[in-house]
T-cell receptor, first 113, second 115 residues
């Protein structure tokens, strides 16, 4: 069935380190792919998205490329900051524009100064 | 920007009692709201989709008589966990979309602990 597998956390890095959070998906059809972020005490917020193969989503220094051949959507950032500490969720939706999402389990990221 | 508020943010109740969780869209009209459940270290699982003024659509395996969802207005949806048991302890999250914008806004979640 449809599912998302994320890198298991927690992930702890030092400030300015390079970040990769792996995400692979299993889906029928051609999904749209998303990364959501949840800061402490807040709701999930859309971080970036990609709607077709080879698209690159980017926001706040984060990037992820839709790789259809490897069914992956890995999240990367070249230099993380303490303020990036949060839980990151990979997700997809099958129907274009639909809001029905399938989520990964989330990866908790902690950045130390 | 769009804001969704959930209340309460955490609740503890005794086994056998019912608990109501509210999800409000504060600055937009939410034609559709979604309810998710998240167990520790697991994915958010979609429980149901509710459209204002109509019955909720439940995902497979979710007991509609156990998890009552009401979406009586364009700014409020409620999830009532009836006759709660310890296995219902979880983190419940709502999201909402509407106002013509294809944007999904999440609440901060409600943690339920059933003793």
């Amino acid at each position: 069935g449809d599912s998302v597998t994320q890198m298991e956390g927690p992930v702890t890095l030092s400030e300015e380190a390079f970040l990769t959070i792996n995400c692979t998906y299993t889906a029928t059809g051609y999904p749209s792919l998303f990364w959501y972020v949840q800061y402490p005490g807040e709701g999930l917020q859309l971080l970036l998205k990609a709607t077709k193969a080879d698209d690159k989503g980017s926001n706040k220094g984060f990037e992820a490329t839709y790789r259809k051949e490897t069914t992956s959507f890995h999240l990367e950032k070249g230099s993380v900051q303490v303020s990036d500490s949060a839980v990151y969720f990979c997700a997809f939706s099958i129907i274009q524009g639909a809001q029905k999402l399938v989520f990964g389990q989330g990866t908790r990221l902690t950045i130390n100064p | 920007g769009a804001v969704v508020s959930q209340h309460p943010s955490w609740v503890i109740c005794k086994s056998g009692t019912s608990v109501k969780i509210e999800c409000r869209s504060l600055d937009f009209q939410a034609t559709t709201m979604f309810w998710y459940r998240q167990f520790p270290k697991q994915s958010l699982m979609l429980m149901a989709t509710s459209n204002e003024g109509s019955k909720a659509t439940y995902e497979q395996g979710v007991e509609k008589d156990k998890f009552l969802i009401n979406h009586a207005s364009l700014t409020l949806s409620t999830l009532t966990v009836t006759s709660a048991h310890p296995e219902d302890s979880s983190f419940y999250i709502c999201s909402a979309t509407g106002g013509g914008a294809n944007v999904l806004t999440f609440g901060a979640g409600s943690r339920l602990t059933v003793l």
